[in-house]
C-alpha cells in the first residue's frame, strides 16, 4: 500500500513553495517525522518530514519546480505487500540468499560449495552468523579430495558468477567451511555486513560548496558529525576537523581566508530571489534616506557590566547591548508611531503596538523574525526573544508566521564592526534602525560649562524612513529621543530579573 505526502501549508499566506533538495532518493527507506526534502518559500527555507514510514517509491516533483500548497510530491510505499511470495519458484534464482528456496533443492553440487558466499554479501544476519559459530575449518586445513576445488575458491572469487546455478543449490551447513575465510582476520559477521551499512546520511548532506572545502582540506565527510539541520555537514564542521598546523612565528600581517567560493558559480536560491526583489521594489515604490545619530552609551555599558553575570545567571541569556536599543527604541515609536506606520493607498494605518522585526544574518540570507509587543517586554523579555528567535533562524526552525507581521525593524550592523550603514526599509514598513559597533574613543564632553577631554562608549544610530509619510524632523525627534534613553542609562527598573 502506498501513501502520497503533500505540501503542507507553512504559514497563513503561503500559498506554493518551492523544491530546492531532495534528502531522500527512490528507494530509501523513511521513518516518520525524517526529514524529506527541502522547500523554499517567500517567508522561509524548511525541511519536510514524512509523516509516514516506508520506502521511497516515486518523487513526483523535480527540484527547482514551484508547486502549490497540497500538491502531491512523493509517495512512499508503507512495505505492507513488499514481501516476495514464498511459493514462486523464481524467488531463488532472483534471491539466492533467501535460506527457504536453497534448502529445497535435493541436487546441491557438492564441490563447489565456496562460490556462493563470494557473490551473497547481501545475506540476512541470521546465515551470515552460522560461519562465525564455526570457525575451526580454515581454508589451509587439509581437506578430503572430493573437496580440494572448493580450497581454492577464495583465491579466485572473481569466477563465481560463471556457476550460477550452483548459488540456489547449495544447502544452508555448505558455506560454513568458506565462510569463515572473509572473517578469519578478527572479522565478526556483523563487521562482515557493516560495508554496506557504513555510508551515513550525513555525507549526502552537503553543498558542492562544502564538499569543495572538505576535498581542498583533505577531509573524509563520512567521518564528520553535522551540526546543522537534520544532521547537515555544514562549513563550520569541515573547518573544526581541519588539524591546525604548527604555530608559526609571528608575522607582520593576518592571512586571510580564502573563500572557497572563487571562481564559481552558483544559482541563486529561492530567499536571495525574494530578498533582491523585494528590495528593489522598496527601493523603487518608496522615497528613502537616513538620518545618523551619535549617542554616548558609557552609562549603559557601566550597568551592563554590573549586572550581566547575575543577568545571564538569572535570565538564561547574555545581556548584549542590543536588547537596550531595541527597549529605547520602542519607548519612542511609543511617543512618535508615525515611524511605526504603514502605507496603505491614500491612508496612513497607525498600528497598535510595536511588533520589532530583528535582523538575523544566516548562512541562507537575512531574514527578520518578529517579536511581538516589545513594548510590553522588559530587557530580560526582550533579550530571551532576540537569543530564541535568533538561534532558531540559523537552525531553520522557525514558523512561516514568526516572519510576518513586523511594523519597525532594528538591525545591528555593528555586530560585524561596522560604524554604521544605511539600511533599507523594506515594504510595507516606513523605518529601520541600525545600530553600529560600540567603540571607545576620546569624545568632548562638558561639565557644568567646563569643556574636557574624556574616554566613552560611543555608538552611531542610523534611521532609513520612507520619505513619504516620515518627515526629517519627525526622525529627528525619534533619534533623539532614543539617543536620551540610552544616554540617561537608568534600566535599573526594567532590568526583569
Known amino acids: ?22 534528502l531522500k532518493n527512490v528507494g530509501d527507506r523513511v521513518e516518520v517525522d525524517e526529514p524529506l ?3 523554499s518559500t517567500d517567508k522561509v527555507d524548511t525541511e519536510i518530514p514524512s509523516p509516514i514510514a516506508g520506502v521511497i517509491e516515486a518523487i513526483l516533483v523535480a527540484e527547482d519546480e514551484t508547486v502549490e500548497v497540497g500538491t502531491a510530491l512523493v509517495t512512499i510505499g ?15 534464482e532472483e534471491a539466492p ?14 564441490e563447489q560449495p565456496a562460490e556462493v558466499p563470494s557473490v551473497e554479501a547481501p545475506a540476512p544476519a541470521e546465515e551470515t552468523a552460522q560461519p562465525v559459530e564455526a570457525p575451526e575449518p580454515a581454508p589451509v586445513d587439509p581437506a578430503p579430495a572430493a573437496e580440494a576445488p572448493a580450497a581454492e575458491a577464495p583465491a579466485a572469487p572473481a569466477e563465481a558468477p560463471a556457476t550460477p546455478a550452483a548459488a540456489p543449490a547449495a544447502a544452508a551447513p555448505a558455506p560454513s567451511t568458506e565462510a569463515a575465510a572473509p572473517v578469519a582476520a578478527g572479522t565478526t559477521a556483523t563487521n562482515a555486513v557493516a560495508p554496506a551499512e557504513a555510508p551515513t546520511a550525513n555525507a549526502g548532506y552537503v553543498t558542492p560548496i562544502v564538499r569543495k572545502l572538505a576535498n581542498d582540506r583533505g577531509i573524509d565527510l563520512s567521518t564528520l558529525t553535522g551540526t546543522g539541520v537534520g544532521g547537515r555537514i555544514r562549513k563550520q564542521d569541515v573547518l573544526a576537523a581541519v588539524v591546525p598546523e604548527p604555530e608559526a612565528p609571528a608575522a607582520a600581517r593576518a592571512e586571510v581566508e580564502v573563500s572557497p567560493l572563487r571562481g564559481t558559480t552558483v544559482p541563486m536560491s529561492r530567499l536571495r530571489k525574494v530578498i533582491a526583489e ?9 522615497a528613502q534616506l537616513t538620518s545618523v545619530v551619535e549617542v554616548d552609551v558609557t552609562k549603559v555599558a557601566a550597568f551592563r557590566d554590573q549586572v550581566k553575570a547575575d543577568f545571564a545567571k538569572k535570565a538564561g541569556v547574555k545581556l548584549s547591548f542590543l536588547p537596550f536599543f531595541a527597549l529605547a527604541a520602542a519607548e519612542a515609536l511609543k511617543a512618535y508611531p508615525i515611524v511605526n506606520a504603514t502605507i496603505d493607498g491614500d491612508t496612513i494605518v497607525y498600528p497598535a503596538q510595536e511588533n520589532l522585526s530583528i535582523a538575523v544574518d544566516t548562512e541562507r540570507g537575512l531574514l527578520t523574525p518578529v517579536i511581538r509587543d516589545v513594548g510590553s517586554l522588559d530587557l530580560a523579555g526582550i533579550a530571551n ?17 514568526e516572519l510576518a507581521g513586523g511594523t519597525f525593524t532594528l538591525t545591528n550592523t555593528g555586530s560585524r564592526g561596522a560604524l554604521f550603514d544605511t539600511p533599507i526599509v523594506f515594504l510595507p514598513q516606513s523605518a529601520i534602525l541600525g545600530t553600529g559597533v560600540v567603540a571607545k574613543k576620546a569624545v568632548v564632553i562638558s561639565n557644568d560649562g567646563v569643556d574636557s577631554i574624556a574616554i566613552r ?30 544616554e540617561g542609562g537608568d534600566f535599573a527598573g526594567v532590568l526583569g530579573v
Open 385 to 401: 526573544q532576540i537569543s530564541d528567535l535568533a538561534t532558531r533562524t540559523r537552525d531553520n526552525k522557525l514558523k512561516p508566521d
Open 78 to 92: 508503507t512495505g505492507e505487500t513488499a514481501a516476495p511470495e514464498p511459493e514462486a519458484p523464481a524467488a531463488a
Open 278 to 286: 523585494r528590495a528593489v521594489i522598496s527601493m523603487q515604490s518608496s
Open 1 to 22: 500500500m502506498s501513501e502520497s505526502v503533500n505540501l503542507p501549508a507553512l504559514g497563513e499566506s503561503v500559498t506554493e513553495g518551492t523544491v530546492t533538495r531532495w
Open 97 to 110: 540468499a533467501d535460506a527457504e528456496p536453497a534448502a529445497e533443492q535435493p541436487a546441491a553440487p557438492a
Open 37 to 39: 526534502l527541502e522547500v
Open 457 to 486: 562608549s560611543m555608538v552611531y544610530l542610523a534611521l532609513s524612513y520612507d520619505h513619504r509619510i516620515v518627515d526629517g524632523a519627525d526622525a529627528a525627534r525619534f533619534l533623539v529621543a532614543v539617543k536620551n534613553r540610552l
